[in-house]
């Protein structure tokens, strides 16, 4: 350690450092996980961001947390000091830290460098080189993006009244939450929505399962047009094309998976299926669905040909409703595949080998049905066996709960 660059800052960050080192009261533990904690461990690793990789492996845990919880609060100010920590995070052995690291990284630069935390470790060298040698060619012209704070939260619950024993009141609910948790729209007269996204002209899009429909409703409920898809839209997407990507089923209609136009016209399908659960229409063109009846994950092109799939998914039968396959999937930066798996009660991570490499199981969550990865390396999780929406991090710690609900089945950041 090169004392004379430390020594001008030490008496400002000696309380905080002796909080890091030995452990504090819960007021000061309060103050350890704020900004001014997070900016103590970047002066720390100012000078030299190897040091991080010589420290314990609890307390390399519990610095780069708080510079990770505190990280929307720094570009402005602290911007090559953080992604320097980043990057050298890139190397540490626990696989969560790396997973937190990249994910903000991918944030902050706009950058890809196919850096997967849980792949063999000399392909995670070779990506950490191309971060550092990127770094060491960019720093000076860097420019950070902003990180998301403050997020809204939009939770669509197609059965509040189960909570309480009651499957029809009250009937739906669609409530966008601002960032401190506050309803900013809470429409309670959906009968079954099922899925739901905002549009920009502050409307929203939403599956309405009884209906067989997708609807168009404001802020207040008002329905103000209806897009019919042939079955129980069970997921939805608003494309950049502005068309909808529908997946369902029926009882007496195959699984779909169809793209809409804006007139209500198919443009583009993909069936039959059995139980289609969700579609993801990917960068690539392709599609990723999750089959649950088949307790299959796959990715189709735009000719249906199939380019990619994991299968035995799900229980041995697959039934209706609790024993469901895979309903959810996400295909992530890193090109592995995000799948919850909801008769299990399992939400994997699943690499392009179909290995799990990471997982949550029914210690946590129960008859889950989405689980999206979020911009920092958690996942937003509608963990409907216990009536909640939660957010866990790499390491399965609840971060965040919003309880109180009867049946949510899809939860998203905004």
């Known amino acids: 350690?090169?004392?004379?660059?430390?020594?001008?800052?030490?008496?400002?960050?000696?309380?905080?450092?002796?909080?890091?080192?030995?452990?504090?009261?819960?007021?000061?533990?309060?103050?350890?996980?704020?900004?001014?904690?997070?900016?103590?461990?970047?002066?720390m690793v100012k000078s030299d961001a190897r040091i991080l990789l010589q420290w314990d492996a609890g307390i390399r845990s519990h610095r780069l947390k708080m510079v990770f919880d505190a990280a929307p609060n720094l570009p402005d100010t602290h911007a090559e000091n953080l992604v320097t920590l980043l990057i050298m995070a890139l190397d540490t052995p626990?696989?969560?830290?790396?997973?937190?690291?990249v994910y903000i990284l991918r944030e902050?630069?706009?950058?890809?460098?196919?850096?997967?935390?849980?792949?063999?470790?000399?392909?995670?060298?070779?990506?950490?080189?191309?971060?550092k040698s990127w770094w060491s060619e960019n720093k000076d012209r860097f420019t950070p993006h902003r990180l998301p704070r403050n997020q809204s939260t939009l939770i669509v619950d197609e059965i509040p009244g189960r909570i309480v024993g009651n499957d029809d009141e009250p009937p739906g609910r669609l409530v966008h939450l601002d960032g401190v948790g506050n309803p900013v729209t809470d429409i309670q007269?959906?009968?079954?929505?099922?899925?739901?996204?905002?549009?920009?002209?502050?409307?929203?899009?939403?599956?309405?399962?009884?209906?067989?429909?997708?609807?168009?409703?404001?802020?207040?409920?008002?329905?103000?047009?209806q897009i019919p898809v042939g079955g129980y839209p069970c997921s939805l997407e608003l494309l950049e094309n502005g068309h909808l990507l529908v997946a369902g089923w029926d009882d007496t209609v195959p699984g779909f998976v169809r793209e809409f136009?804006?007139?209500?016209?198919?443009?583009?399908?993909?069936?039959?299926?059995?139980?289609?659960?969700?579609?993801?229409?990917?960068?690539?063109?392709?599609?990723?669905i999750a089959d649950a009846g088949t307790n299959r994950v796959f990715e189709v092109n735009q000719n249906g040909e199939e380019v990619w799939a994991a299968d035995h998914l799900g229980p041995e039968t697959p039934e209706l409703f609790d024993a469901l396959g895979p309903v959810f999937c996400q295909r992530l930066e890193?090109?592995?595949?995000?799948?919850?798996?909801?008769?299990?009660?399992?939400?994997?991570?699943?690499?392009?080998?179909?290995?799990?490499?990471?997982?949550?199981?029914p210690d946590i969550v129960l008859n889950q049905y989405d689980a999206v990865r979020l911009w920092n390396g958690n996942t937003?999780?509608?963990?409907?066996?216990?009536?909640?929406?939660?957010?866990?991090?790499?390491?399965k710690n609840i971060v965040w709960e919003k309880g109180g609900f009867g049946y949510p089945a899809k939860a998203y950041r905004f």
């Not at 533990?29 to 904690?37: A, L, N, P, Q, R």
């Not at 209500?264 to 579609?279: M, Q, Y």
């Not at 991570?349 to 179909?354: A, H, I, M, P, T």
Request: proline residues 4%.
């Open 261 to 288: 136009d804006g007139g209500g016209n198919i443009v583009w399908r993909h069936e039959p299926l059995r139980w289609p659960w969700k579609a993801q229409r990917l960068e690539n063109g392709n599609t990723l």
């Open 94 to 101: 626990e696989p969560a830290l790396r997973g937190h690291a």
């Open 380 to 395: 937003l999780i509608c963990d409907s066996g216990h009536f909640r929406v939660i957010e866990v991090d790499f390491d």
């Open 334 to 361: 890193n090109g592995n595949t995000l799948v919850s798996v909801r008769g299990l009660s399992k939400v994997v991570e699943l690499n392009r080998e179909s290995n799990v490499v990471w997982e949550i199981g």
């Open 108 to 131: 902050l630069t706009g950058e890809n460098h196919g850096f997967n935390s849980f792949a063999a470790g000399m392909d995670r060298e070779t990506a950490s080189g191309r971060w």
């Open 1 to 43: 350690m090169k004392t004379k660059a430390y020594w001008p800052n030490w008496i400002m960050i000696l309380p905080m450092i002796a909080c890091l080192l030995l452990g504090c009261s819960d007021t000061e533990k309060e103050t350890s996980s704020d900004t001014k904690g997070a900016l103590a461990v970047l002066e």
């Open 189 to 225: 007269s959906l009968k079954m929505p099922y899925d739901a996204v905002p549009t920009p002209d502050g409307n929203y899009l939403v599956n309405i399962i009884r209906a067989r429909a997708v609807w168009r409703v404001t802020s207040q409920g008002d329905v103000l047009h």
